[in-house]
């Protein structure tokens, strides 16, 4: 299959021509966040605090994670996706305010998807438990915010061919929905 | 008691012990936190050889091209994790420990839990695991060293501590249920149920997963016999032999919904299917499916 290399920040252009299936090497700055950072996002955004956010949505990439600690000599821990669906009373907001791509495992909400396509956005999964070998294209990792939160603070990584998969692209196709077709035996 | 009397006792004791009437074993706690330590570490650094089997045996079958690259690359993830001796998934788990306490055995130098508690804070803290547990459900503030664990004792006969720790990623234990069902409900119920869980599961649980389905007992040891299901061997039989055709044919069932590995579609959603029963009440059919991601990790060690 052949993949498709993009780097961040992400245009509507980049992400429109996504479809689902297709395999995504990501490059450039990437954004990590989870349950209590995505709460604390959220109410700062509907208290009208944008300018408090700490990085601005606006073409850039969420990655669903709460990396292991790091061992000395290492760049980061283990970091592979955390499940998406917790996220998804929050990441219609984020779509909203211009945030191109999310990067998780599983099924997102109807809504999720609805938003996806109305602001153009899509959902890429990585692959879940396979998070020492996902460190390995992260190049340098940063705690930008919530440092009480711990793992669950907000990172900001720069990754190289970052490998991940289309989900949920801006038609609103949903590849968990379809791949599955293929191989079910009725 | 005065001291002449003690010693008489003591003494007493001691001729009994030479005879052989009474054996005991005596345990320092010291011995048991840094078991405990040690496997947190080698349960998130070493995955087991019989998942790694699986993993080469689900990739011969796997008839999706995905599935089969998704294969490798979770072999080549618990090769790095074990080369490199780091976590081979971020979720580092909760620390369950399964306790098999002989009857015989004496613990010395403090308090059995408390050697454990000590063994999970230190192997979480000097293996760069991740700390994974909040204080309080509602409250969540995270404990700063992946403690308390949730352990799970058994009184048996003779001489010996087994201790298991099973790290559990939270990903999968979400996607766990439980029912109870009507009796009436039999064998047929219990599979809707499994597949029903195992539908609802889909990509979330980090498939390829295995099943433990817990069938029978009260509501809580039906949760605990799924758990415990999971701790056995992959590729094992079943020692009853209709249990063991029915995990084959629930293996099958769920491989055919064609979620497959991480749920991108293929027919290895599910490594194996491991089920334990419990007699039950006349009124009751409880059932349990604990699912476990990939990363099946557990150590055991005999003291």
């Known amino acids: ?186 | 008691m005065p001291m002449v009397q003690i010693l008489l006792v003591y003494n007493k004791l001691d001729q009994q012990l030479a005879k052989g009437g009474i054996k005991i074993k005596t345990i320092k706690t010291s011995v048991i936190t840094e078991n405990v330590a040690r496997m947190a570490q080698e349960a998130n650094f070493y995955l087991g050889a019989d998942v790694m089997e699986a993993f080469k045996k689900a990739y011969e079958s796997e008839v999706s091209n995905t599935g089969k690259e998704i294969l490798q690359i979770l072999i080549k993830n618990a090769e790095i994790a074990r080369d490199e001796q780091v976590p081979m998934c971020q979720d580092c788990g909760y620390a369950v420990i399964f306790l098999e306490l002989g009857q015989d055995v004496r613990i010395e130098g403090g308090d059995l839990y408390e050697a454990i508690t000590e063994g999970v804070r230190q192997g979480y803290t000097k293996g760069y695991l991740r700390k994974s547990i909040v204080s309080h459900p509602l409250d969540r503030k995270n404990t700063g060293d992946n403690t308390p664990p949730v352990i799970h004792t058994t009184i048996v006969p003779g001489e010996h501590l087994k201790i298991t720790l099973a790290p559990k990623g939270g990903g999968s234990e979400n996607m766990s249920a439980i029912k109870m069902m009507k009796p009436a409900d039999g064998v047929e119920g219990v599979k809707n149920f499994v597949l029903e869980v195992a539908k609802n599961a889909g990509p979330n649980p980090c498939p390829p997963v295995i099943l433990g389905v817990g069938i029978g007992g009260t509501m809580e040891k039906a949760a605990l016999i799924a758990k415990e299901a999971l701790l056995r061997e992959i590729g094992s039989k079943n020692e009853d032999p209709v249990m063991a055709k029915l995990e084959a044919e629930l293996l099958e069932k769920v491989n055919n919904l064609g979620f497959g590995p991480q749920g991108l579609g293929g027919r290895n959603f599910a490594l194996a299917v491991h089920i334990k029963t419990y007699p039950a009440h006349i009124a009751s059919l409880p059932v349990a499916v604990n699912i476990n991601c990939h990363a099946a990790r557990h150590k055991e060690v005999t003291l």
């Open chain 1, 1 to 186: 299959m052949t993949q498709i290399r993009l780097t961040t920040p992400l245009s509507d252009e980049d992400v429109s021509k996504l479809r689902i299936g297709q395999q995504v090497l990501i490059n450039g700055l990437i954004y990590t966040g989870r349950d209590a950072a995505h709460k604390r996002m959220v109410d700062l955004i509907q208290a009208g605090k944008i300018n408090e956010l700490p990085f601005d949505p606006k073409g850039q990439i969420i990655y669903y994670v709460g990396p292991s600690p790091t061992k000395p000599g290492k760049v980061v821990g283990s970091c592979g996706p955390t499940t998406s669906y917790r996220m998804d009373p929050y990441a219609p907001e984020l779509y909203k305010l211009g945030l191109k791509a999310s990067i998780g495992k599983g099924k997102r909400s109807p809504e999720v998807i609805e938003a996806m396509k109305k602001y153009k956005g899509v959902y890429f999964a990585a692959i879940g438990g396979a998070a020492a070998l996902i460190a390995k294209s992260i190049k340098s990792a940063k705690v930008i915010a919530y440092p009480d939160l711990g793992a669950e603070a907000v990172h900001e990584f720069v990754v190289e061919d970052f490998p991940v998969v289309v989900v949920n692209d801006t038609l609103g196709g949903d590849l968990y929905q379809e791949g599955i077709k293929i191989y079910a035996v009725k």
